[in-house]
Structure formats: C-alpha cells, structure tokens
C-alpha cells in the first residue's frame, strides 16, 4: 500500500477556471500496488469528490466479470505519489483510469502497469518492505 | 446516458477510422472532431472546445483494447449505478 494524491487533471482544472467554477481539492487516498492490474483502478467516491464526469470508455474483465467483457468508465484525473525526502513525486498531470468499488477492500485504488511501468519496483517478501524507484 | 451517443459514434465510424490507428479520437456527439497522437492532447483539446460538455476520447484500435484485472472487481459504471 501507499499514498497517493488524486486530483483533477490539468486540462480539466483550466476549463474550471475559464468558467468561473472553484477546483475542488485533490483527495489523498490508500493505493494498492497491483501488478495484476493493466490499468490504474480509483473508486467512484473519490472521482465523485471530484466532481469528474467520465471522458472515456473502456472494456474490462475480472475474475467477477467472467470471459466476456464489460464496459466501464473511465475518467481524466491526475495523479501524485509523494515521496520522502528532497526527491521529485512522482507525477501524471493527465491520465485515463478505471473505476470500480475499492472502498470495502480497504484502499481506493489499484495502481496498475500503465504507471508501474515507468518505474522500478522491488519487493522484499523475507523483509516484508517493497520499494518503488521512478 | 453517459457518452453513449458518443460511443456510438466511434461504433459506427470505426471503419473510417482505421488509418488513424492508435491514435486518440475527439468525440462530441455525432462528430468526429480530430486525432492526437497522445492522450494528454486529447483532453487538452476536448477541455478547450467543450469546456465541461460532456466528451469522448478514445484511442482508436481496430481490436479493441480489453484492461485486466486479476482481483475481483466490478467494473463502474455510471449509468448503471444512477
């Protein structure tokens, strides 16, 4: 698990202000790490908090989906994972993700491939850290 | 609903669209508004046209992009849960 800040992405927030409308607060919430994961997952509550409307569709399947799959939304946010120290965050201003339930998993999002390939994950089993390097 | 008009659109227009493969398509409607090759010029352009109307962005893939997921999840969606 780890931190992360979702917010409204960039080219939504000028839209925002060239209409007058406040930008709501970007929303820190629990990610997990899921190298199962293709895309970058966030629950619906935190992009309602947002007050995103979808801008994409997608097709998903999950082990609850069964072989066919299934049409989801998929909005623009942005994304920040802080990191201890004087290091850069790691930073998407624009990018498309999934939506589904998470909350009563404990976490509001996966963090999939689509952001972990850009970066060096490690993970410890017998010391029970991982590490993630961007 | 949401972008349904829009989906439909792309549907529709798909055959016309091949030699835009893998790029991003703009859709309001029923109009194709144009091709970007990222994603991030996409939105930019869809912010800027249509403020906060509702739009489509869509990478155009002849085999439709399928995301995976090993946990077991429901996707979201919208119309569905309105």
């Known amino acids: 698990m780890l931190d992360m800040i979702v917010g409204v992405s960039v080219s939504r927030v000028v839209a925002l202000q060239s209409e007058g409308q406040p930008v709501p607060a970007s929303q820190n919430v629990r990610a997990l790490v899921d190298t199962g994961a293709s895309c970058t997952c966030i629950d619906p509550t935190v992009l309602i908090a947002l007050g995103l409307q979808p801008t994409g569709k997608t097709l998903m399947t999950t082990p609850s989906t069964g072989a066919t799959p299934v049409e989801a939304d998929t909005y623009d946010v942005s994304i920040v994972i802080p990191i201890s120290g004087k290091q850069e965050p790691l930073v998407r201003a624009v990018i498309s993700v999934c939506t589904s339930e998470l909350i009563h998993q404990g976490f509001h999002a996966l963090l999939g491939r689509d952001i972990l390939k850009d970066c060096h994950l490690t993970y410890n089993g017998s010391a029970e850290f991982f590490t993630l390097a961007y | ?82």
């Not at chain 2, 790029?23 to 508004?33: S, Y």
């Not at chain 2, 002849?62 to 999840?73: A, P, S």
């Open chain 2, 1 to 82: 609903m949401a972008l349904e008009q829009e989906l439909a659109t792309y549907k529709a227009k798909l055959p016309d669209l091949k030699e835009h493969q893998g790029k991003f398509v703009l859709i309001r409607g029923d109009e194709v508004v144009d091709f970007y090759v990222a994603y991030e010029d996409a939105i930019k352009a869809g912010y800027e046209k249509f403020k906060l109307e509702p739009f489509l962005v869509k990478q155009v893939s002849v085999t439709e992009t399928v995301h995976q997921f090993t946990r077991r999840i429901l996707p979201y969606n919208s119309e569905r849960a309105a």
